[in-house]
Structures are given as structure tokens and as C-alpha cells.
């Protein structure tokens, strides 16, 4: 990443140059995604009658698969920073577009019983603020699922990257400490999904920087990590590997 050209401006970039194809590089699966939503419905304890925030939204991916297994008696409330994602949601699905950012969104009045970030977090610079926010507008007894990759992935991408990961994602001990500090009480899980896809496909989606850690490299240095990747697999057709999810969920007390 150059000197010019900091996190928040190549976050920015990534999801307003992705936003139309989004769904298509990381959707994987209708597998993939039932496989997550289901556990975040369990992690949420998630009922028709909470008002749930999908913070992070983006083309609301998520809040439409759970739509498909909890019928809420309120439209979601997707937050997201950038209309070009919020734009691919179905104008007839129950979900309300907001346009903000998360810490923004947080600072605003309301009142919700749920709360679901997924890999949004590491987003936030100022995360103190952001869960002592969202603690202070949760119901009694309400939940916030952080839904994210560690920072040490097990992906076939090329070194570089791997290593500028592990700066990027949020570190999940830290993201513990920080919810209790709050005041919430912490439950942590996880959950592994093996993918399986074609070699060709994978090395499309990366010289496309299909993840925002991807963005932050310069156009020559894809070229030199997916030839790096060419060379490490050049014996396969298809690349089977681990996508590993924290699932960090605060509860706040009911009493």
C-alpha cells in the first residue's frame, strides 16, 4: 500500500469499484451462505419480533438468507457506507437502506434487539466508541454478533498478502477484551466452511482483489503474487481450502 493512498481510501475504493459483482465473487455457495446465517441466527437468538441491525450490510447478502428463515415482524435495518452497495439490494425485500457508517449509524438515537456485523469490524478505527455506542442502544438482553475472518487465513493466495492480513483483519482477543470492557458479557464459536473452487476461477477473483486487503496492493504486485500462486499450484485444476468465521457474540445483561 502506498504512503498516498491509506486503509480508509482503499476501503472506499474496493467496495464502490466491486459493488455490482459483489454478490458474485463472494457469494460462493447457497450452501455457503445457509452454513453462516444459520449459526447467526443461533449466536442472535434471533425472533420475529427483534429489530435487527445488519451493520455493514452491503448488498445484503445475509439479512436476505435470514429473511428466508425468520420472518421479522420489522424490516431490517442495513447500514451501509456506500449507496453502490446498498443499490443491489431488491427494492421489494424488507430491509431498510441506510447509507452511513457503522460508527456514525451507532451515534444516531434508535433502539434495537440485535445487532450483526459481518466482517465489518476491522473497518473501524475507533471501536471503543462503536461498541459503547451500540451497548448503550441495545435492548436489555440484546445481542452484537461480530461475524469475522482472523487475521491468519489459510486462502491460496500469495505471501504478501497473507502476511498484510494479519494487520488488516481484526485480532478477536482484542475484540473480546474491548466487548467486556463495555460492559458485555462474551461468548466466542467459530465456524469452518471448506470451499472448493476452480483454480481459474480463484486466480479471476484475486486479480480482480476480490477482498479490500487485495485492493491495498499496487496492479504490479497482483501480477507478481498471482504468478507466485501459478507456481505453487501449477499441479491443480482445483483449490480446496478452509475459510475459518470467529463468531464473537456480546451479550448485554437483561437485569
Known amino acids: 500500500m502506498t504512503a498516498t493512498k491509506n486503509k480508509a481510501d482503499t476501503v472506499q475504493e474496493h467496495y464502490q469499484r466491486l459493488a455490482e459483482r459483489y454478490d458474485d465473487y463472494l457469494h460462493y455457495s447457497d450452501d455457503f451462505i445457509r452454513s453462516l446465517t444459520s449459526k447467526m441466527i443461533e449466536k442472535l437468538q434471533l425472533r420475529e419480533p427483534d429489530r435487527f441491525v445488519d451493520l455493514g450490510c452491503g448488498t445484503g447478502m445475509y439479512s436476505l438468507d435470514i429473511l428466508k428463515q425468520v420472518p421479522l415482524a420489522h424490516p431490517v435495518i442495513g447500514v451501509d457506507p456506500f449507496p453502490q452497495m446498498l443499490a443491489q439490494i431488491p427494492k421489494d425485500a424488507p430491509i431498510e437502506g441506510v447509507a452511513m457508517g457503522a460508527l456514525e449509524f451507532s ?16 473497518h473501524v478505527d475507533d471501536k471503543v466508541s462503536l461498541f459503547s455506542n451500540l451497548f448503550e442502544r441495545l435492548s436489555a438482553g440484546g445481542r452484537l454478533l461480530l461475524v469475522h475472518v482472523p487475521p491468519k487465513l489459510d486462502y491460496p493466495l500469495f505471501d504478501k498478502a497473507l502476511q498484510r492480513a494479519q494487520r488488516w483483519h481484526a485480532d478477536p482477543e482484542e475484540l473480546v477484551t474491548l466487548l467486556k470492557q463495555t460492559g458485555f458479557d462474551v461468548e466466542r464459536d467459530g465456524l469452518d466452511y471448506r470451499h472448493s473452487i476452480p483454480k481459474e476461477t480463484y486466480f479471476q477473483m484475486v486479480g480482480r482483489c476480490y477482498m479490500s486487503v487485495l485492493s491495498s496492493f499496487e496492479p504490479e504486485e497482483i501480477r507478481e503474487g498471482l504468478a507466485e500462486m501459478e507456481q505453487k499450484y501449477k499441479d491443480v485444476t482445483t483449490l480446496t481450502f478452509v475459510d475459518h468465521f470467529d463468531y464473537i457474540t456480546g451479550i448485554k445483561s437483561s437485569t
Not at 451515534?107 to 440485535?114: F, H, M, N, Q
Open 107 to 122: 451515534a444516531e438515537d434508535g433502539r434495537y434487539d440485535k445487532v450483526l456485523m459481518k466482517e465489518a469490524v476491522h
